[in-house]
């Protein structure tokens, strides 16, 4: 999972940075798609209803993640769609992954 953010993460902040490679929205496409499949793939233990629906949020970061890559191999779309997609997929990630830690660690202390 590790690798695969750190794909996105690089292959987007080199068009930011104005750094103009090919090969970046490719190495951005195979993060994204690796990113879906290992979140698809998942499996968490069993935890209230709320965590996972924190979890199913992650997975939709995952596509928007998706969705991001299409827009960057798209040639009708404008030259920064792509960064919409991604910045709703990151702040759901971030939401939710600060989410489950908190209720996780929650929960810890009442047992």
Known sequence: ????MTLIFVAAV????RIHWEGSR???AV?????LVLRLLLRHAKST???AR?????????MCYCVSAFFMFYPDAGATDWLGFLTAGAALQ?????????????DKKRL
């Not at 993060?31 to 990113?35: L, N, S």
């Not at 924190?54 to 995952?62: G, I, K, Q, T």
Request: net charge positive.
């Open 26 to 28: 490719y190495v951005f």
């Open 49 to 51: 209803p709320r965590i």
């Open 14 to 17: 080199l068009p930011i940075l």
């Open 54 to 62: 924190l979890h199913r949020m992650e997975n939709v970061a995952a």
């Open 94 to 106: 971030i939401y939710a992954t600060f989410t489950i830690d908190y209720l996780e660690k929650r």
């Open 1 to 4: 999972m590790v690798v695969s």
């Open 31 to 35: 993060g994204a798609a690796a990113t």
